[in-house]
């Protein structure tokens, strides 16, 4: 392969390391410029603690402006998109009361929509397991726990959002007929 660095860029992050929880995560991102005239954007987050790294690859076509980008999720297959929120990105999804606030101490939030749900369910059973028997919110959690394991399956439509007012976020969807992005 004889593609080319196009350009290369590094970044602190506020995000804590997903690994060592100590560290932070630094982004590399360098574009590289393929023979077909393609170029691909390649991500590399690295922990400036443990060592701990990931990279992910990015075509450059990808949307990273500011706006509100909007997927449906109907299938196995939807849930492998990918989502990056950034800090100033608020992630929604309304059919299962979850919400992701913006904020700089935010959570290391990259991910697909599979390992959004897998966090949330986490969180939601922690809560859940946490309650009375007898508790008035008891009842509705185990209603969400068991919509979340659906939506895990494919089983159970939801609308996932994503509001960025400054750009950064960004969803790379299995299927791009399911994705809308409006600029804000
Ligand atoms: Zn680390």
């Known amino acids: 392969m004889s593609e080319k660095v196009f350009d290369s860029e590094k970044q ?7 690994s060592c929880s100590k560290g932070y995560i630094v982004l590399f991102k360098t574009i590289y ?12 987050f690295e922990c400036n603690n443990c060592g701990f790294y990931t990279n992910d690859i990015i075509p450059l076509t990808t949307r990273m402006d500011p706006g509100l980008m909007i997927l449906t999720v109907s299938n196995e297959n939807d849930l492998k998109s990918k ?13 299962l009361d979850l919400k992701v606030d913006p904020g700089p101490s935010a959570d290391f939030y990259y ?15 922690i809560y859940h397991n946490s309650l009375d028997d007898n508790h008035p919110e008891k009842s ?12 895990m399956k494919g089983q159970l439509e939801f609308t996932l959002k994503i509001t960025d007012p400054t750009g950064g976020s960004y969803i ?11 600029k804000i």
Request: include cysteine; charge should be negative.
């Open 12 to 18: 602190v992050t506020s995000f804590k390391c997903p």
């Open 33 to 44: 410029d393929l023979p077909d005239k393609d170029k691909m954007l390649i991500i590399k």
């Open 83 to 95: 989502i990056y929120r950034s800090p100033t990105g608020k992630l929604e999804i309304s059919e």
């Open 111 to 125: 991910t697909n929509v599979e390992g959004i749900l897998f966090r949330f369910e986490q969180a939601v059973e």
């Open 140 to 151: 509705e959690m185990r209603e969400t726990l068991e919509d979340l394991q659906k939506a």
């Open 172 to 182: 790379i969807p299995e299927d791009s007929s399911k994705y809308t992005f409006i």
